[in-house]
């Protein structure tokens, strides 16, 4: 019997039970496409057939030597797939199952998970600050044919067959951060909220600040594309910082500051203004990646004593993340589609970051599909 199953496995091609093309990091803008063994599911995991994956601002820190990870690695965290191989101890799945799976993928055990803060997991036992974070950072990523789900029981999210892969790819990290942001800083009903930067993430902060019930939310960038999606996805006013003082003009249409002020760029100067934005009492919700020192000045918080409250989100993940955003985009709650700008398939996507990095074409997001 051995041997007839052997005989009738057909000669590998690639991508079927052999090798498979990805994106791997070998250095500072070194990186590409290349053909690399297919993984297999180990007890506990998954692997999935990515059917669309994306890029992210962290990727292109990455390439740029500016978040560190080892040369070899395939990067990527934003995978949709089909589920190919299911590994001992992973129930409720079929082979063949459309799923989305968080960037961040927690194990659901430890005392982060259990606590709420997956983003933060400990794998298996306390915390460890971004260890959440594993496809693409420390393990292999989703810029593949074929990708390892670690803990797949807790991160596995079954597509419902009525949405497309379209639909749900952006909720996998840029939504659930941007909604994250707007959750974090504890919106009301009725606020004011400003939101810096109107990138991927600050534009779905954006929504999500509306989805919380923000009364009125103010978007800032100094990018006429990202300036004119700003309004096609609902932002009430866009502030333009190239032309105005954008912190003048918060305090402005807000009677004297900002309920809620969002940073979503991760520099000195809109922390700064998303600082200087906010009413005593305010609070201001951090979702940039900072490097190097971030300064507070004394002025801009009281000096301590304005009652102001500073906090920041990683992207929250886990399989009953991305269950509650998909049901978003199925009650019509939610449409991130306009957000993927420009497609690209695997093969092309040295092209994909170029243009992404550049920012040019005006583009938001890429989608990536593996051919
Ligand atoms: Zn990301
Ligand atoms: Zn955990």
Aim: one cysteine or more; glycine letters at 14%; a neutral charge.
């Amino acid at each position: 019997m051995t041997t007839q199953l052997q005989a009738s496995v057909p000669a590998t091609p690639r991508g079927k039970s052999g090798t498979m093309i990805a994106n791997v990091f070998r250095g500072v803008d070194r990186f590409g496409i290349e053909e690399v063994a297919r993984p297999h599911a180990r007890a506990g995991e998954a692997v999935i057939r990515v059917t669309l994956t994306t890029i992210c601002g962290t990727d292109l820190h990455i390439v740029r030597g500016e978040y560190p990870v080892q040369p070899g690695l395939i990067i990527g965290h934003e995978p949709v797939g089909v589920i190919a191989e299911l590994g001992d101890g992973v129930t409720g799945y079929q082979v063949g199952d459309r799923v989305l799976v968080g960037a961040i993928t927690p194990c659901g055990q430890c005392h982060a998970c259990l606590a709420g803060h997956a983003a933060q997991c400990g794998h298996g036992s306390g915390y460890e600050a971004i260890g959440g974070w594993r496809m693409g950072n420390t393990i292999h990523g989703a810029q593949a044919e074929y990708v390892v789900i670690p803990y797949a029981q807790a991160n596995l999210a079954k597509i419902p067959d009525d949405l497309s892969d379209e639909q749900v790819v952006l909720l996998a990290d840029i939504a659930s951060t941007g909604f994250g942001g707007a959750e974090s800083g504890g919106i009301r009903i009725g606020d004011t909220v400003v939101v810096y930067a109107q990138g991927p993430i600050g534009l779905c902060a954006s929504l999500g600040a509306r989805l919380m019930g923000a009364a009125k939310v103010i978007g800032v960038d100094g990018d006429d594309h990202r300036l004119a999606m700003a309004r096609r996805m609902g932002v009430d006013t866009v502030l333009d910082y190239r032309h105005q003082d954008v912190v003048a003009e918060v305090k402005r249409l807000t009677g004297g500051g900002a309920d809620v002020a969002i940073e979503a760029l991760g520099t000195q100067a809109t922390f700064e203004n998303a600082l200087r934005s906010l009413r005593p009492g305010g609070t201001l919700s951090s979702l940039g990646v900072y490097s190097g020192k971030l300064q507070m000045p004394y002025e801009a918080f009281a000096a301590g004593l304005g009652d102001h409250r500073v906090v920041t989100t990683l992207c929250p993940g886990g399989k009953e993340r991305m269950r509650r955003l998909m049901e978003m985009v199925r009650s019509g709650r939610v449409d991130l589609t306009p957000l993927l700008t420009h497609h690209f398939t695997l093969d092309k996507i040295r092209d994909a970051y170029r243009l992404f990095s550049e920012r040019a074409d005006g583009v938001i997001k890429v989608a990536i599909r593996p051919a």
